[in-house]
């Protein structure tokens, strides 16, 4: 299951409040451990990558990751470090659940990936929201200040939404708009166990 969403959308939040709802039936992934490693590159050239384009992300392992979760297989998924832009040394061992979560930008993209899910969901939240929230988040936790996050916003990431985000919404199966909160993620997390009941796919 596919949730999409531009940065701040909210999409790790129903991500983790799925998961909690679906307990042991549910397991979950993010896009984000999915970015390139830029190990190989100085801090500075680093520093100038467009991390909002989707060319940012290795599709071919997440496609990878992807297949053998659907087969049942136990796989190791990267961890990715957004203050170095590398990859962390270790993996994290990922069993498989009848309901897989992964919530990401650009999820509903690429055809080979997009096929690969039963349900797909797109956020809708304005422009104001997402800004909050992004800097509540990259301040607090990957070590930015207000003014380039600001920045970064206004030159990359909103510019990018608008490119490749925001279309996604036309491929989701549900669209949920700007103001939706617990009760919708209640009633989804509901539909879920009940098709899981009936032993219906999603």
Avoid at 119 to 135: E, G, W
Wanted: proline share 5%.
């Amino acid at each position: 299951m596919a949730i999409v969403g531009g940065s701040g959308a909210g999409k790790s939040w129903l991500a983790r409040r799925l998961e909690a709802a679906l307990g042991d039936k549910a397991a979950r992934l993010s896009l984000d451990d999915f970015y390139r490693d830029r190990s190989a590159l100085s801090p500075a050239r680093r520093a100038l990558i467009n991390y909002d384009h989707p060319r940012a992300i290795d599709w071919r392992k997440l496609e990878s990751v992807l297949r053998h979760c659907l087969t049942g297989r136990c796989v190791d998924l990267p961890r990715y470090d957004f203050k170095s832009h590398t990859r962390r040394w270790e993996a994290a061992h990922f069993t498989p659940k009848p309901v897989i979560l992964i919530e990401g930008l650009w999820l509903l993209r690429r055809p080979s990936v997009r096929r690969l899910f039963s349900l797909s969901i797109f956020l809708d939240a304005p422009r104001s929201t997402r800004l909050r929230r992004r800097l509540q988040r990259d301040v607090a936790a990957r070590g930015r200040t207000t003014a380039s996050v600001r920045d970064q916003f206004r030159k990359s990431v909103e510019p990018m939404h608008r490119r490749f985000v925001a279309p996604q919404s036309r491929r989701a199966n549900v669209v949920l708009p700007s103001g939706w909160g617990e009760p919708e993620a209640a009633r989804l997390a509901q539909a879920i166990l009940e098709q899981l009941g009936s032993g219906t796919s999603l």
